[in-house]
């Protein structure tokens, strides 16, 4: 709104300083015209008509007629040049009133015996209004090239058929004849003046306009990305949401396939005395459901395993998750490896992979950080992760689900996980090593 | 809404600015012809009744063109003629059909304020070009076309003083005499006859070398004057023969007073100046204590026997809004017989019409109009007529000439040697033209 109340001050300005420059024509058209009809009736008056005659190359019109000419073409090219600014014009027609605009223009000059050429740039004033688009930019140039041609060959052409200014001139005393020549000067140079102005201040709003436009733009684009975020984020979310029902599946099936076995074993416990049989058949149905258990286990734990840890090493699935969730959400994040650990098993791998997921996702949406840096290292002993980020971070940490979770998964591995706020949040989980790797040997 | 309402009002304002053009345009009268005369001769001779002929001439016009109404403002002097014509030009008056003064006839014509005649006397069937004498045509044309008609012509003739003459015992020369006579005449002629020092009788007054450089063949300037031929023979001999002339006056200034007392032998008359002298009333008044006549001017060595015009011209207005009906009025003006004709009886100027002047009726009127006269007759006149030599048009002619007035008068009174100066002369004058 304030954008829009900006530009229509700039182009009421500029339709102002048309009207000013249109008036101020007026007023010069008017004045010579006046001037020479006042002159002419002054020599007639003053018997030297024969001697005026002689400096002419043509016998100019009557005054009386001279006056109305000027002024009649001059309203003619104002009011063409109005219609010419109205937009319900096709552009054929358009193109037929500036020609008429350039021939009132031509008339008043001619009428004006050449004295003033200043009309010209009313001229291309109305035509620099017009000017859009990128082929129009060249159609001006040609256009106010052709205008001045014109103009300039009337000059070369009409020269000698018409009576100068300064014979005019010459009828008053030589004092006087300084004093309107420089008059005349000065009409012309403040019309140039007028002009001038007006261009720069139609090219600055020409800019204005762009620079909105291209301002605009950008907010849009911001939004959209914005957007393809949000979309990336929900998507991840809903992925959770999923990912923790399915745990809550997992538990379910092992849950209940364990009190199953569980169940069956009490059972069992009696039966083995009294028929074992019975007892050898029921356990048989416990090793039914027992396996059962272990492959719904272990077709939901494949379930969770994510893609890129099936199918690619850690380090990449890392690296290529960072990437593209600082790429959904702005982040700069860094990764450096002081150490890869080795020979690690899939659930450890996949609690890291996890970590860090978890990690950087709380760091963009509770710590709002733009920046974080995921340390991976090893130690004897140990493997851990840091992740330091640059956010608000918190005073009190409430733990939530996600902190919880990963609590949980660490503490499956023996792990550690401690968290605190600086500058920012940072975050530390520690997974045992090395002795396995002596139990694998 | 606001810029709507604008852009109508300028848009009325503009119609009612066309209507009122229009309507201020037409209310001139739709047939009225203006006609530019002025009052007196325009060969600088007393003149009694100056509007006879365009009055005889309006008469007629009207009564062919009914309907048709011709006005002329009478009681505007000679000598102000033209200054009243620029006004009326500069005020868009200018009357349809006027007298173009001979000075201001190449201004006009530049300025397109004249019409350009050529194609109107070429499509009319009425009409022919060959009935004019070529000088007089030549008169009214500028840049090859014809801008003006001639309606009457005035060539230069030789006064002779026949009393002086017949006292002195010298027969009047012949039409084809020539300078070697005109000079022995003067040589014969200049003495002083009471005795007391001082010269008291004269060959000629008034000859000036232009004169002599007609009648010697001369041209010159190039016809579109951009060269002069000064250094031409032929001027060098008219520059001799008027050395010549100047030392038979033993150094005196002829006077006009030393013309009107019958003490000169010799002296350029214009043909109006004839017409007007000659007969009564001004025979009795003006040079009445001798006996005079005209002859030809003489022949130089290189040239003839011939004679610079000067021609009256009328022209029309090229913004007339009645072209064609000021077409036919000038037609009536300058090329209807017996309009042409009244010139002999009501003008002091010449028909420029050749058929006219060799009439059986106008010798008549001339002869009536002009009592004792042996060597001149209208055949005489018609002869120098066809011959004479038209003054060139073009810008710069008339500073030209005075330039070289102004130098040729030094070489005649010896202030100037002879020997390279019009070689000079040239160069100087064609500098000039060349600006």
Redesign the interface.
Known sequence: MKVDFEVMREQARIASLYRLLGIYNGLVVFLMAGFMSIT?EK??KS?S??S???T????????G?CF?LS??SF??L??LG??YR?DTLTDTMRYFVFLAEISACLLVMRSLNLAYDGVVLLVVADLMHRYQGKNQSWLLLGAMFGLYFIANYNMAVFQG?VAPFDAYVSYYKSSVQAILVAVKNGFVSVNIILFVLYLVLLVQSKHQEKERIASLNKQLGDANKRLRAYAIEAERMAETRERNRLAREIHDTLGHALTGIAAGLDACIILVDAAPEAAKKQLAKIRETARRGIVDVRRSVKKLRPDDLEKLPLRHAIARMVAEFAESSNMKIKVIALGWPDNLREDEEEVIYRVVQEGITNANQHGHATEAIVTIGTEPGRNYIIIADNGIGCSEVDPGFGLRHMKERLGLLHGRLRYWSDNGFTLEATIPAGNRQEDDK | MR?DI??QL??V??AV??I??VLIYQRQEPDELKVGVFAGSNWGVPDGDSYAVIDEVIKIFEQEHPGVKVTYVSGIKKEDY??W???K?????APDVFIVPGD?FN??A????LQDLTNYGNQDKDFSWTAYYPAALNYGRYDERVYGLPVASVPTLMFVNKTLLAREGIAIPKNDWTWQEFLEICRRVTKDKDGDGVLDQFGVYDYDWKLAAVTNGVKLFRDDGRASYFADHRVEEAMQFMIKLHDAQRGREVTAKDFDMGRVAFRPFTFAEYRTYKPYPWRIKKYSSFEWDCIKLPAGPSGDNVSNLQTMLMGVNANSRHKELAWQLLKDICYRPEIQQMMLTKTQGLPVRRDVVESKESQELFAANAPGCEEMDLRVVSEVMDKAVMRPKFKGYDEAMLMADTEIQKIIAGIVPFNNALNKLQKEINAYLQQ
């Open positions: 002419q020599i007639i018997m008509a024969r005026f005659l002689e002419l190359p043509i016998v100019p019109m009557p005054a007629e109305a002024m009649g309203l003619l104002v009011g109005h219609l109205r058929h | 810029r604008k852009r300028a848009l304002m503009l600015f066309l009122a053009s033209s200054e014509l620029a006004e030009m500069l005020a868009g008056e201001d201004m006009y530049s300025m397109g304020a």
